[in-house]
């Protein structure tokens, strides 16, 4: 009887400890929902404006009202596209046909970053973005803000900074 009672034990504590680690993980990160991740914005210009020009010249041009610098891979079996304009730089991925933006780096203090009600820019406090869950990297030991929309995998902005004097050094973009 004290084995079966030891064993049941044991088992409720292996399933509770499962399920406290998968709330955590959850729990541990700054999840927005997808329509305030998507309407994160660079100088007014939201991520969902920017991922619906695909990567198309004229389209990123019309949108940022300049003409972008770019690049162009010349590999036929994999197909990408850089655009920047000094302030921001984008990267679009050819992905099963379709250019999807698969990364944008701020690249000076001129761009407004609003993520909700809050707007930083390169080199403000963190302490602009109130109470936000902080990682520090495995290898690197940088120290990171991570936002990531609700039910979408692979998509992320992510602010770094300098743990001592808590300023923005970087601000970017990525999906996978």
């Known amino acids: 009887m ?12 292996l399933i509770f400890t499962g399920f406290s680690q998968t709330n955590t993980y959850y729990q541990n990160k700054n999840i927005l929902s997808p329509e305030d991740f998507y309407n ?3 100088n007014g210009l939201t991520l969902k404006r920017i991922i619906a020009t695909k990567g198309d010249a004229a389209k990123v041009n019309d949108l940022f009202g300049m003409s972008m610098e770019t690049s162009k891979s010349d590999d036929s079996s994999y197909y990408w596209i850089n655009f920047w304009n000094g302030a921001i730089s984008l990267t679009f991925d050819e992905l099963i046909g379709n250019l999807d933006l698969s990364g944008l780096d701020v690249l000076n203090k ?13 080199g403000d406090s963190i302490d602009k973005l109130g109470s936000v869950k902080i990682f520090t990297g495995i290898n690197s030991g940088i120290k990171f803000i991570l936002f990531l929309p609700q039910g979408a995998d692979g998509q992320s902005l992510r602010i770094d900074f300098d743990p001592a004097t808590k ?3 970087k601000i970017r973009y990525r999906s996978t």
């Open 40 to 42: 994160i914005s660079f």
């Open 110 to 122: 001129s761009v407004a970053i609003k993520i909700g009600d809050k707007v930083i820019h390169l």
């Open 2 to 13: 004290k084995r079966l009672l030891v064993l049941v034990l044991f088992a409720f504590g």
């Open 167 to 169: 300023i923005i050094t």
